[in-house]
């Protein structure tokens, strides 16, 4: 027998307060759900139809004001004033990743099926940890996790799960690496039990000198230290040099330390660049090492029918990252962790008593926790599951090619600007370059780039990266809009020029002085 809620009798005990109960996501508010859901998909609705610049250029300062005002433990009891309050705070300030001239990280513009699947998780709010909190969930997670590694080609003994980003997904490379390294050693039972390995102080992770900085994090995470992250020089295209990683690993021979795990990366994040993927597989095949392919950037060309073959050796990883926040055209976060055999993923299990007991796992029952470095973790597969449902890789792939081809373009257009210096042509979607006058020394150069970045954002006309290379200040754009055309890249290159003569007119007196 059942009972609607609404005829319940009254609670025994104490009441929380009705307002309290009003928030309560439940039958009984279903339609408040739903009159309220609609002003807030309203306001954003009306705020991205008026979104005229990626940035209004606030600076912190400017913004620190607004949040001194308000006070956390006085309550505004509903939903309009709140929503009021949060446009002034946040809205009205944010930065807009839509927007054709944000051309800084590596954020992208997001699909359509990927907002409504936000839609859909955060009121069921499924915890994919185990089978008994997800149900339907799980195999969904598990179908994208399959049909990922078939992209990749890493075979039928492939598994992984979903995490957080590109950062969770290398930590997780390295601490497989790290605990496949210490299973096999004779008398040391597994860091599992034991922690770190004797003589753990020699163990090291080569990754190319423009790899990822979350290698450093982890190796630190992992008890080894930015120590044990040993780099690799690039050729002239940013890519590892093949030839010097060989004499890496003989180095490492030569002088006891022991290379736990090579990080090819596929789609460095500044250049864009990939690692020669083939022959590094082939290195670390002859020397028994861990093949990690960090492919956070890159993973989107996995969609791609023109640019596919980039990726070409990626399939020998041992494990691999791919985030889909970035080359998907997903909400942040999205992202997956893939290993090559699923007995590696050994390594992250634990199995407690109240949640993945040893024997649901004999069983059969698909808990993902088993997977996992985290517990509670959100529905993010729902994102890419209904991107797939409706939409399918073929579109995802054709928005990453007109990036890839944009980049070409602006780097043509770039290249013809004599006052312009890019560093190479886009191997993928960034472009790295400065504006660099006549008559300058490096110093000044650098000075006069972080201008010229500073008063494009306080100007709002557009927002655009910076970087070093070689000890220099460089500028970058990161293209992921397939709605950023030529025309915006020209533009926003106009206003660095006019900022950049503004600079020098500026500094003309106190060099003029100077000399
Ligand atoms: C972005 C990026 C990462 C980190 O990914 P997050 O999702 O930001 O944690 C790792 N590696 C590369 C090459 C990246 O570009």
Redesign the pocket.
Known sequence: MTTRLEERGPNIGTEPAPLAMDQLFNARHAEAYWQQATRCIDLVRRKVAHVERPFTGARPEDLEGLFAAIDLDAPLGELRPALEELERVYLDDAVYFHHPRYVAH?NCPIVLPGILAEAILSPINSSLDTFDQSAGGTFIEQSLIDWTASRIGLGEDADGVFT???????LMALMIARDHYGAKLAGHGGNKQQGLPPGHQRLRILGSEV??F?LQKSAAILGLGYQAVMPVACDDQYRMDPAALKARLEECLAMGLIPLAVVA?A???DFGSIDPLEEIAALCREHGIWLHV????GGGLLCSHRYRHRLAGIEYADSV?V?Y??TFFQP??C?AFLVRRRSDLRHVTYHADYLNPLCQAEAGTPDQVNKSLQTTRRFDALKLWLTLRIMGADALGEMFERVIDLAGEAHAALARQPEVEVLLAPPMSTLVFRYRPAGLTDAELDELNAHVRTALSRNSEAVIAATRVAGKRYLKFTLLNPDTRLEDLTAIVERIVHHGRDWCEAQAPTRAAAS
């Not at 960090?294 to 950037?297: E, F, G, K, M």
């Open positions: 590596l957080s980003g590109g950062t969770q997904s290398n790899s990822h979350s990366t789609g460095t994040t960090d492919a956070a950037y990252t985030d926040h970035k942040v976060s992202s």
